[in-house]
C-alpha cells in the first residue's frame, strides 16, 4: 500500500489559528499521526489495481450473458417463426 503524506507543520498551524495551543496542537498532530500510521489506508491507485481483476471478470460475464441471451432468442424464434 501507499504512504499517505501528513503535513504536520500546517497542521499544527491550522489548529493554533484556530484557537489551539502549542502543546494542544502538538499532542493532536501527534495522536493523528500515529492514527494514520497504525491503520491500513486505501489510496485510488490501490483500489484500481484490486478491482482490474474483477472488471475483467465482470466485461466476460457481460459477453458470456450476451451470448446465452442471444442463443435463447435464436431458439425462440426458430420454434415460433
Keep these: 500500500m501507499s504512504t499517505i503524506t501528513f503535513d504536520t507543520h500546517k497542521f499544527v498551524r491550522k489548529l493554533k ?3 489551539f495551543d502549542e502543546k ?4 493532536l ?3 493523528i499521526q500515529d492514527a494514520i500510521a497504525d ?3 486505501v489510496t485510488k491507485r490501490d483500489l ?3 478491482l482490474a481483476p474483477i472488471r475483467a471478470d465482470m466485461s466476460l460475464v457481460k459477453w458470456m450473458l450476451g451470448a ?4 435463447a432468442i435464436a431458439n425462440f424464434a426458430k420454434q415460433f417463426f
Design 24 to 27: 494542544q496542537a502538538e499532542a
Design 39 to 41: 491503520s491500513e489506508l
Design 17 to 19: 489559528e484556530s484557537g
Design 29 to 31: 498532530t501527534d495522536a
Design 68 to 71: 446465452v441471451l442471444a442463443i
Design 48 to 50: 484500481q489495481i484490486e
